[in-house]
């Protein structure tokens, strides 16, 4: 049956539309990206099965171009568009940070992150600058390493933030194996930077770790 012919509350635009997109699973929302099926498949069906293909909906928006292209029903114009949707929201969380207090907006804060930082194979650090406002300077990914670790130099961070003129900063980086838990190396690091930052009074207001799910927060966890 063709979602047309669905009763109007089970479509998924008018569903959305009613509810709001978090009352959508995630076939659902993919179900309105794609637009249409295939022959025999209505977009939701197609959606189901790239979801299965895929193994979650994470795995098929950090695909490459190479790998997104051989889902079935999908292509190049579909990755391009797929692309623009996750960039505009990347610039939104920036925009919505930079007009307002960062540690007002966490889940803001946590989405933006993450959008950055997804999808690596290997770790990055970076570093959110702030003003003295908490409210957003620049975003940097200052380090790069392999997929288990980067190595991090207190004095290069403090150069930046000196650079930027920041006041605070948040800290993140990346755990490829999708596991958002700190290791020691982390909290190691974390405290060194701290006490480096603060001989220049710039203040640490947290350190996100980017895996599957939730990124952890040290600042959550007393660990700041």
Same mark, same amino acid.
């Given at each position: 049956?063709?979602?047309?012919?669905?009763?109007?509350?089970?479509?998924?635009?008018?569903?959305?539309?009613?509810?709001?997109?978090?009352?959508?699973?995630?076939?659902?929302?993919?179900?309105?990206?794609?637009?249409?099926?295939?022959?025999?498949?209505?977009?939701?069906?197609?959606?189901?099965?790239?979801?299965?293909?895929?193994?979650?909906?994470?795995?098929? +928006?950090?695909?490459?171009? #190479?790998?997104?292209?051989?889902? =079935?029903?999908?292509? &190049?114009?579909?990755?391009?568009?797929? *692309? /623009?949707?996750?960039?505009?929201?990347?610039?939104?969380?920036?925009?919505?940070?930079?007009?307002?207090?960062?540690?007002?907006?966490?889940?803001?804060?946590?989405?933006?992150?993450?959008?950055?930082?997804?999808?690596?194979?290997?770790?990055?650090?970076?570093?959110?600058?702030?003003?003295?406002?908490?409210?957003?300077?620049?975003?940097?990914?200052?380090?790069?390493?392999?997929?288990?670790?980067?190595?991090?130099?207190?004095?290069?961070?403090?150069?930046?933030? +000196?650079?930027?003129?920041? #006041?605070?900063?948040?800290?993140? =980086?990346?755990?490829? &194996?999708?596991?958002?838990?700190?290791? *020691? /190396?982390?909290?190691?690091?974390?405290?060194?930077?701290?006490?480096?930052?603060?001989?220049?009074?710039?203040?640490?207001?947290?350190?996100?770790?980017?895996?599957?799910?939730?990124?952890?927060?040290?600042?959550?966890?007393?660990?700041?």
């Amino acid at each position: 049956m063709a979602i047309k012919d669905w009763p109007a509350e089970e479509r998924p635009r008018e569903k959305l539309l009613q509810r709001g997109a978090g009352a959508l699973t995630d076939a659902e929302l993919l179900a309105i990206f794609l637009r249409t099926g295939t022959a025999g498949k209505s977009a939701v069906d197609l959606a189901r099965e790239l979801l299965d293909s895929f193994g979650s909906l994470k795995t098929l +928006l950090d695909a490459d171009q #190479s790998q997104f292209c051989q889902g =079935h029903g999908l292509g &190049s114009a579909k990755y391009a568009q797929l *692309q /623009a949707v996750l960039e505009m929201a990347r610039r939104h969380f920036k925009e919505v940070l930079q007009r307002g207090d960062a540690l007002k907006n966490p889940d803001i804060t946590r989405a933006y992150l993450s959008a950055q930082l997804r999808g690596y194979s290997y770790e990055v650090f970076a570093c959110l600058f702030l003003d003295n406002q908490n409210r957003v300077i620049q975003l940097d990914e200052l380090f790069r390493g392999t997929l288990d670790s980067a190595s991090v130099y207190p004095r290069e961070v403090a150069k930046q933030a +000196l650079h930027h003129n920041a #006041s605070a900063v948040i800290f993140a =980086h990346n755990h490829p &194996s999708g596991v958002a838990e700190p290791s *020691q /190396a982390d909290r190691f690091i974390t405290d060194k930077l701290k006490q480096a930052l603060a001989l220049f009074d710039i203040r640490v207001l947290d350190h996100f770790i980017i895996g599957d799910g939730q990124p952890y927060s040290f600042a959550e966890h007393g660990l700041i």
